[in-house]
């Protein structure tokens, strides 16, 4: 079992940033593919950056260029850089711990103002 906590969600103005952080539980941390989702009002959920075990990641066309995910394993960290930040990107984000089976975050909100 994995329980996943994210933080740093808020209201920002286009252009801004902020940056998310998901704490993860348990000791085998680094062997989990770790992700973030969002899922805008009336909208699928959909992958916004996913990092693996080996610390490869990758990133929906819509954010490459302006988010970076980052992991920290001895702290059992996940982060999202989230830079120049568009009413568009306006969503719940969800943090997601991958291996056998998947494990999902509570979410947090975030607004971007135009």
């Known amino acids: 079992q994995v329980q996943l906590v994210e933080s740093g969600g808020g209201l920002v103005q286009a252009g801004g940033s902020l940056r998310l952080s998901c704490a993860a539980s348990g000791r085998i941390f680094s062997t989990y593919t770790m992700g973030w989702y969002r899922q805008a009002l009336g909208t699928q959920r959909e992958l916004v950056a996913v990092?693996?075990?080996?610390?490869?990641?990758n990133y929906a066309d819509s954010v490459k260029g302006r988010f970076t995910i980052f992991r920290d394993n001895g702290k059992n960290t996940v982060y999202l850089q989230m830079n120049s930040l568009k009413p568009e990107d306006t969503a719940v984000y969800y943090c997601?711990?991958?291996?056998?089976?998947?494990?999902w975050g509570q979410g947090t909100q975030v607004t971007v103002s135009s």
């Open positions: 997601n711990a991958r291996r056998s089976l998947s494990y």
């Open positions: 990092i693996s075990s080996g610390g490869s990641a």
